[in-house]
């Protein structure tokens, strides 16, 4: 269930980026186009925080799926 989420969330960030471009390319709505970048790079900052290890080794990930298991 953690793979799948974190897989949504990336999905989601890249479209948005996508959706950007696409705007961007169609019209100049720029308020629009800054926010969808804004939303994606926050998704993407919060997938390193997940996904990046600390110190010990494990990372948020890693102890979520552990838990989860159990």
């Known amino acids: ?4 989420i974190i897989s949504a969330a990336t ?3 890249v ?3 996508f959706g950007a471009w696409r705007l961007s390319k169609r019209r100049g709505a720029a308020k629009q186009i ?3 970048v804004a939303a994606a ?7 390193a ?3 990046t ?5 494990q ?3 890693n102890q979520t799926a552990i838990e989860t298991r159990r």
């Open 1 to 4: 269930m953690v793979n799948f």
């Open 11 to 13: 999905f989601t960030a």
């Open 15 to 17: 479209l948005l980026l």
């Open 34 to 36: 800054w926010l969808m």
């Open 41 to 47: 790079l926050v998704i993407f900052v919060n997938l």
């Open 49 to 51: 925080i997940w996904i």
């Open 53 to 57: 290890p600390v110190d010990n080794g």
């Open 59 to 61: 990372s948020l990930l």
